[in-house]
């Protein structure tokens, strides 16, 4: 497994302790439009400058050394040679799996090169960066940007199913509208039945809101079109909530098989041997 395959799994077990106790805002929490005003407060806290100093705290340091000479050099220039730098700036972030700082740079270089390309992985980089964050603040304001980003690329392309998904998926984590969300990503599902990010998104909505069966549903067919480890491992989880101990067990099995991960192993083996007594 590469480095960023590891990562995801990690993220996964550290996540699942606590997915299911966290409702999605505005399906079983009351308190709605508590973004709004944690957009207001934190939008002028974190931009391209500050996330990207935050970030280089957690990294290599000669490697944050390389990215702080590239953005120097990115400062100094301007369009298609800036561009250029940008691209080399990007991938850099990539190969130490650190997201937040590619929204801001696929951002401005949507602002050089307005192309849809561009503001589809912004918003994407946005979401993944915030599904992992504990920082509150952070992550709120990194939910506000993958929305823009997102509404600004369906401006681009009304039509693209990827550019829907991740806008309803941010939408119901915290854009404020979370059954324009859902309404989103069941357009989707119409459209493309098949459609592997949507199905998972939602499959993972209904965990959230405890609505098992659907989750099941959802993520079985997610497995049989593109299987991999995190999704095997939340059809386990949506199996063992509703009391099928055997198909829940199953699919830890290919989760643990699929991932070959010693992290991922011993939470799945402790799970098992927990669902076998």
Avoid: C, H
């Avoid at 299911?20 to 806290?45: C, H, Q």
């Avoid at 990215?67 to 100094?76: F, Y």
């Avoid at 304001?141 to 941010?170: F, Q």
């Avoid at 405890?210 to 299987?227: H, N, W, Y």
């Amino acid at each position: 497994m590469n480095t960023k395959q590891i990562i995801v799994i990690v993220i996964v077990v550290a996540l699942m302790g606590g997915l299911l106790a966290r409702p999605i805002k505005g399906l079983v929490d009351e308190n709605k439009g508590a973004n709004s005003s944690a957009d207001a407060t934190t939008s002028s806290a974190f931009n391209f400058q500050s996330v990207s100093e935050i970030t280089k705290q957690s990294i290599n340091a000669s490697i944050a050394q390389e990215i702080t000479a590239l953005e120097e050099k990115v400062a100094q220039t301007s369009g298609e040679e800036k561009l250029a730098l940008l691209e080399q700036l990007v991938q850099k972030w990539d190969d130490v799996a650190k997201f937040a700082p590619q929204g801001f740079v696929y951002e401005e270089m949507a602002e050089i090169s307005p192309k849809f390309e561009y503001l589809l992985k912004a918003g994407d980089a946005y979401r993944t960066a915030y599904t992992n964050l504990q920082d509150t603040a952070m992550s709120a304001e990194l939910n506000r940007l993958a929305i823009r980003s997102y509404e600004k690329a369906i401006a681009l392309d009304e039509n693209n199913l990827d550019a829907k998904t991740g806008l309803g998926a941010a939408m119901v984590t915290g854009g404020g509208s979370p059954m324009a969300g859902i309404a989103l990503l069941q357009e989707v599902v119409a459209k493309d039945p098949k459609n592997i990010n949507a199905n998972k998104t939602l499959g993972l909505f209904s965990l959230q809101s405890r609505q098992f069966d659907k989750a099941i549903e959802r993520f079985k067919t997610v497995v049989e079109l593109s299987p991999d480890a995190e999704s095997y491992f939340y059809l386990a989880t949506g199996y063992e909530n509703i009391g099928l101990k055997n198909e829940a067990i199953a699919a830890f099995q290919k989760s643990k098989e699929m991932a070959a991960d010693p992290t991922l192993s011993q939470f799945i083996d402790r799970r098992v041997e927990e669902l076998s007594k």
